[in-house]
Nanobody, 115 residues
Framework: QVQLVESGGGLVQAGGSLELSCAASGSTFTRSVMGWYRQAPGKQRELVATMTSGSSTNYADSVKGRFTISRDNAKNIVYLQMNNLKPEDTAVYYC?????????WGQGTQVTISS
């Protein structure tokens, strides 16, 4: 059974940094896409960043240059380093894995940026 467990959310001031991590278990996750999405109150869930097992990345325009996604394939962990955070980055951040034709989601972790 695939499970995704996120950690690292919290409250920081604008301009600060946070790192999220997501540990995946239940498979080896070779040839997978791991990433992060977020959902702010009253808004639809949106892509933040994804990374393939071959290290190709994709970022939302709103986070380019501020966020960096990385993954440890040996440990099945995906990270999201978030710098220069803005109040508009406030949201619940969800880990996502696309693997063997199925999509898996974590439970979400709250990120709140104060101005």
């Amino acid at each position: 059974q695939v499970q995704l467990v996120e950690s690292g959310g919290g409250l920081v001031q604008a301009g600060g940094s946070l790192e999220l991590s997501c540990a995946a278990s239940g498979s080896t996750f070779t040839r997978s896409v791991m990433g992060w999405y977020r959902q702010a109150p009253g808004k639809q869930r949106e892509l933040v960043a994804t990374m393939t097992s071959g290290s190709s990345t994709n970022y939302a325009d709103s986070v380019k240059g501020r966020f960096t996604i990385s993954r440890d394939n040996a440990k099945n962990i995906v990270y999201l380093q978030m710098n220069n955070l803005k109040p508009e980055d406030t949201a619940v951040y969800y880990c996502n894995v696309l693997f063997s034709g199925r999509v898996y989601w974590g439970q979400g972790t709250q990120v709140t940026i104060s101005s």
